[in-house]
């Protein structure tokens, strides 16, 4: 067995890397110009929406101000059209809503931009120490939000016959335990699962025989159904079903940063239509007026609300990424999508495109190889940590002798920023600064997804939406079962 270039065990000096106070550390700042390319958005044609709404008049008015166009903020506008085309022409003055999407850089160039590309949601992990926090039933709930999530985009996908639009494969996922704490914490969340009456008929563990057979790789490791996809292309798709729902209602002003928000005051010289809206948005092309605001801006939370800043907060953490040819083909290297190390390492291969005979494998983590820093408190996505590029380089190799060429460069590179909270759970719900527990009616977030937001983020949108479009009824909004009540930013208030 070769020896892996990686540093295992690590979690927990991450766990306590994230719960460090910070002093000198400024607030996130807005996202940086000039990012990192990403296979996902610089492949030709893929990011059609580009630079939409980036030139000519602004929208100057609105209900609702998304600020932020990845997967959370585009999935918030698609519940929301689709929650009030369900309400009907009773649906309490909610019909002609108008939606405005910020966007600081390009469409959807955040983590979404720039991910791993993975759709895996938990079947069982994790259940043990979550347990432990919240109790059981918050555990059950952290699980059927991943599973609802993961589970509602495919259905989505399939019922839009969007398969081929979005490249979604269904290859299942494994997990590959590389040291004897990993099997004994794996087994122990399995069997705590099982004991809450968690569905684990779909869990596999397989033997270290079994993965090499199968894989190549001398570990033992766990199956589980999954898919992965092409992210950006979810979100466009769900851009373009929101617009086909919302036409002009539905407004999207890429290159936009928000700069700053601030309560509307009624003066003397307020417009008539300002004076009926809460919230003035600053950006450099001129102010927005709305009366809601979601915070769809995870990393960069803080830039906007600096109470969310620090450990009790949202922590920007880059992430890095490869996307390095296979040397052995797609048969070999198999359609599964896989973690390791404690879920510090991801990689999948992409679906073969043209004349391809090898995959391109897109592979993510190395951030261990920088702790105690671990990549904590930068947004800066323009440019790779190459200490994290050594360590990428190396594993699959190392981990796969034999379907990997050593030394063999990869053709791209890039980073993105994860928004990363020491309960590893986003803040989902209204705003709530515990300073000021009032200053901030009708702005609302989704944030904090912990660089595990493909099986979240949809889902947690859909519940802030049910929210905003609950409060414009003047209805009580029902938090839904699958959701963890431990999200819920009044919930968050003591961390
Ligand atoms: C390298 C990397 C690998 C990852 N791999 C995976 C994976 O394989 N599986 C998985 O489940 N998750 C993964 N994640 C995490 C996942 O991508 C995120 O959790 C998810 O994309 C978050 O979506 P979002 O819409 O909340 O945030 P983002 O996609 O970051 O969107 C936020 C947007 O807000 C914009 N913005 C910020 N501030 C402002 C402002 N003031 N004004 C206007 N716009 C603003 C940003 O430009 C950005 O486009 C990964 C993340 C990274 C970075």
Redesign the pocket.
């Known amino acids: 067995m070769s020896t892996l270039p990686l540093v295992l065990n690590a979690f927990a000096e991450e766990q306590a890397a994230l719960e460090l106070p910070v002093q000198s550390v400024p607030a996130a700042a807005?996202?940086v110009p000039n990012p990192t390319k990403s296979f996902w958005i610089d492949t030709p044609g893929a990011n059609p929406l580009a630079k939409e709404g980036s030139e000519g008049a602004l929208t100057h008015d609105a209900d609702i101000c998304i600020?932020?166009?990845?997967?959370?903020?585009v999935s918030a506008a698609y519940h929301i059209s689709r929650l009030l085309s369900e309400q009907g022409e009773d649906g309490a003055g909610a019909k002609g809503l108008k939606i405005t999407i910020?966007?600081?850089?390009d469409f959807?160039?955040?983590?979404?931009?720039?991910?791993?590309?993975?759709l895996?949601p938990a079947f069982f992990q994790g259940v043990v120490g979550y347990s432990a926090l919240y109790g059981t039933d918050e555990a059950v709930r952290a699980i059927a939000l991943e599973q609802h999530t993961a589970s509602e985009i495919v259905k989505l996908v399939k019922d839009t016959g969007a398969e081929a639009a979005v490249d979604l494969v269904e290859g299942g996922h494994t997990t590959l335990l590389f040291t004897e704490p990993e099997v004994v914490a794996s087994k122990a969340d399995y069997a705590a699962a099982q004991a809450a009456g968690i569905n684990v008929s779909d869990v596999k563990f397989l033997t270290k025989e079994e993965v090499k057979e199968t894989y190549g790789a001398e570990y033992p490791g766990i199956h589980t159904p999954g898919h992965n996809l092409w992210?950006l292309k979810l979100v466009t798709h769900l851009y373009n079903l929101t617009k086909q729902t919302l036409g002009p209602d539905l407004t999207l002003h890429t290159n936009?940063?928000?700069t700053s928000i601030a309560a509307i005051s009624a003066s003397a010289d307020s417009s008539a239509t300002t004076a009926s809206r809460r919230w003035n948005l600053t950006t450099p092309r001129g102010p927005i007026a709305c009366s809601y605001v979601l915070h769809?801006?995870?990393?960069?939370a803080s830039?906007?609300l600096p109470h969310m800043h620090g450990p009790s907060g949202i922590i920007p953490t880059r992430?890095?990424?490869i996307a390095l040819r296979s040397a052995a083909p797609l048969a070999e290297i198999t359609k599964s999508s896989w973690d390791g190390n404690e879920g510090f390492e991801?990689w999948f291969p992409r679906p073969l495109a043209g004349e391809e005979t090898e995959p391109l494998v897109i592979l993510?983590g190395g951030r261990e190889s920088t702790r105690p820093k671990f990549e904590l408190y930068t947004v800066d996505d323009a440019s790779v940590n190459p200490v994290v590029g050594e360590t990428l380089r190396k594993f699959l190799p190392a981990a796969f002798p034999g379907k990997y060429e050593p030394g063999r460069e990869p053709e791209m590179e890039w980073?993105?920023?994860?928004?990363y909270t020491k309960t590893r759970d986003p803040f989902v719900g209204p705003v709530i600064d515990p300073a000021k527990p009032d200053a901030y009616k009708g702005q609302y977030i989704a944030?904090g997804?912990t660089?595990?937001?493909?099986?979240r983020?949809y889902g947690c949108a859909e519940a802030v939406a049910g929210m905003i479009v609950a409060d414009i009824a003047g209805k009580e909004f029902t938090v839904p079962d699958w959701l963890p009540r431990h999200h819920l930013t009044k919930n968050r208030l003591n961390e």
Do not use: D, K
């Open positions: 807005l996202p600020v932020g166009s990845g997967i959370t903020g910020l966007e600081a850089r959807c160039s955040g983590a979404t931009g720039r991910n791993g590309g993975h895996t992210p936009t940063p928000v769809a801006t995870n990393a960069y830039h906007l992430g890095q990424i991801y993510g980073t993105g920023i994860m928004g944030a997804f660089g595990h937001g493909m099986p983020t």
